[in-house]
């Protein structure tokens, strides 16, 4: 294993995990931007207020983009499992 096809794994690795925790981080942060927002206008600091809505909103689309998702996930365990033959060259 050459230490270009290690990066290269690496980044693909980086990759693939930038693509599955993307959307709900994404979610995470506009639900708790809209929420701040609210909260700064109506004047109520209440810190758990933002938790439930991020729940539920990350529930929401892990339920949308589960599916693809996982997908991902098992097409880069495939392609990792059937590249290790070429790797203990």
């Given amino acids: 294993m050459t230490p270009e096809s290690v990066m290269a794994f690496g980044q693909h690795a980086m990759y693939v995990a930038m693509l599955v925790s993307g959307p709900l981080l994404l979610t995470a942060l506009a639900v708790g931007l809209l929420v701040g927002v609210i909260q700064a206008a109506t004047q109520i600091n209440e810190?758990?207020?933002?938790?439930?809505?991020?729940?539920?909103?990350?529930a929401l689309v892990a339920l949308v983009a589960g599916p693809w998702m996982l997908r991902l996930l098992v097409q880069f365990t495939r392609q990792l499992i059937e590249g290790l033959p070429g790797a203990i060259r």
């Avoid at 810190?47 to 990350?58: D, H, Q």
Wanted: hydrophobic share 65%; glycine share 0%.
């Fill in 47 to 58: 810190m758990t207020l933002s938790f439930i809505p991020k729940l539920l909103a990350m």
